[in-house]
């Protein structure tokens, strides 16, 4: 797979580098900011970009902004965002634009090795992958009305591991149950959240989305 990594720490930057072409991935660019990541993207149309939220020169969106307008610009390049702290605002808009070769992981999560080259891998197949701390918050709510309110224990794991990315045999697995198992409890939420007669696979994160609706 062809990545550009952006990321204004150049210790991580090159670190990351490193790792990728070692596990046989090319790396035409590394850069620092938004806007030369946008420009690396144009000039070498990447599968896939890694890049930070916060980046030169305000440190506040610029790398979310810089994903958004690769997703506009050219919506077959992955995007697989890092982020120090979970920013509901900016995964949320990540989320709602189009969750088909999206992810969004907290930067300890890289230094989980296993665990950042199988969201790259899973992003870059197509697949969304969402670290499970930004879904935990995401699902949070400090409302009175609760939309989880119905979903049972069971519904709210299935929940949970659909908006990591997770495909219904691979939540069968981590949870022990059988896929059709697995397949009811999907249908179920999905009723309870009056998503059953939405399209696509996007219906997986509009399930998380609800709870984020102010």
Known sequence: MRVILAEDSTLLREGLVRLL?????????????????????????????????????????????????????????????????????????????????????????????????????????????????????????TTQVDPLARLTVREREVLERMAQGLTNASIAQELHVSQSAVEKHVNSLFDKLGLAHASGYSRRVLAVLRFLES
């Not at 991935?25 to 030369?36: D, M, T």
């Not at 702290?85 to 300890?108: F, T």
Request: no cysteine.
């Open 21 to 141: 072409a070692e596990e046989g991935h090319e790396v035409p660019a590394a850069v620092g900011n938004g806007e030369a990541l946008v420009e690396a993207v144009a000039a070498h149309l990447p599968d896939a970009v890694v890049v930070d939220v916060r980046m030169p020169p305000t440190h506040t969106d610029e790398g979310l902004r810089a994903a958004l307008e690769i997703r506009r610009r050219w919506p077959h390049v992955k995007v697989l965002v890092l982020s120090q702290y979970v920013e509901k605002r900016y995964a949320a808009e990540l989320m709602s634009s189009d969750v088909e070769g999206v992810g969004y992981l907290l930067k300890d999560r890289v230094a989980q090795v296993g665990d950042f080259l199988d969201a790259l891998e899973r992003v870059g197949a197509g697949g969304a992958a969402f670290d499970p701390e930004v879904v935990r918050q995401l699902l949070a709510r």
